[in-house]
């Protein structure tokens, strides 16, 4: 299948230096895409492109790369909202129950169904996410992304105490169903699968070893877990875990640090964590509206980056308030705020497209509009609504754009998703 497509381009080249610097990303104002086979294979002004195939006309609207999703839960779309205290509480009160459901494949087929589909409305074309315990919650999860020709990773939580009954496991269970999950779908499609110990506080020492064992065994897979997302949470960890140094220093001392090692959270770390962070090129996630909705903290985005490390976007859907990234970017923003900086626009999207794909070494295939990469991409609508279209009367400029997308916008704002090539919105 070939088509040309008529829009708006704009995707980046490399992170934004500040709110001013353009140099960093591609606009075509008046541009053409060609895509064949699910890739694109032709970019420019529209005067230079040769067009083939049937011609879609997105003017004036915004054509970006789709975007990415770097930490999320599948099993917890029925929990978002849910009125709890802090991070424990609303684990135990709340995810630990519904996520006790997902033993029952019917049920895991219909929860992923959904997501994938949320997903693809509000413009997400890849997401990294925890599933639960039960290795039929995987599956559904990857058939359901396979089924739309999705690139995600995911993986299997590890979870042998502090948590119902239904759903632990053992560390050879553990070890042993993560192996079959790994041989079956790293690599198939445009799955990956993730090693997931979900944190310290839910494994043993003994399935930390498994976890290990499974990332010395693999180290083509990528590793996800939380890190230093609430006071109370720190604490518990190291009354189990008091003779690492810190937090950090259990998932280092069992060597799940790395490139492709996936850090949620990263709000409380010392000066010691942060450098063994940055050393082992681990990726700090940041999920800002469940930072918020559980009282957790706030992100220091530019301590952060400032001294080296890879940050990464998210929602955290349940404990995030929105499956949404623009709405994420906002609360990024207003985090910023209140620690005194500007996390400008420029900088935002860039990280939900082009900065995301890096952090998972998939920059070749996803997150911007280079040729021969899979045509992943969304279409942008700043006067989705009326508030915005009046508002969008005084834009003066790409960057008033963004900021307003951002500030204003949701899955409403998404006039079209594309998944290789293939319209999946406007069919869901």
Known sequence: ???????RFLDFQRAPMS???????RYIEDGAMVVENGRIVAIGDRS???Q???????????????FIDLHLHMPQMQVIGSYAAQLLDW??????????????PLHAKRIANELMDTLLRHGTTTSVAYCTSHPESVNAYFEAAQQRGMSVIGGKVMMDRGAPEALLDTSERSYEESKMLIEKWHGVDRVYYAITPRFAITSTPEQMEAAQALARENPQCYIQTHIDENRAEIDYTMSLYSKHADYMGVYEDYGLLGPKTLLGHCIHMNDREIAVMIESQSVAVHCPTSNLFLGSGLFDWFGLKNKGACVGL???????????????????????????ERLNPLLNFYTSTKGNAEAIGLEADIGDLRIGSSADFIVLDMGATPEMALR??????????LFLLQTMGDDRSIKETYVAGSKMKSVI
């Open 1 to 7: 299948m070939m088509y040309t497509i008529l829009a």
């Open 19 to 25: 709110a001013d610097d353009i140099d960093c990303l």
């Open 48 to 50: 230079e492109v040769i």
């Open 52 to 66: 083939k195939g049937e011609i879609i006309d997105h003017r004036p609207y915004l054509i970006m790369a789709g």
């Open 91 to 104: 684990l135990n009160d709340h995810t630990f129950p519904v996520e006790s459901q997902f033993s029952d």
């Open 314 to 340: 998210a929602t955290d859907i349940g404990g995030g308030t929105s499956y949404s990234m623009m709405r994420t970017m906002d609360e990024a923003y207003k985090i910023q705020q209140l620690r005194g």
């Open 392 to 401: 969008a009367e005084r834009v003066e400029n790409l960057q008033d754009e």
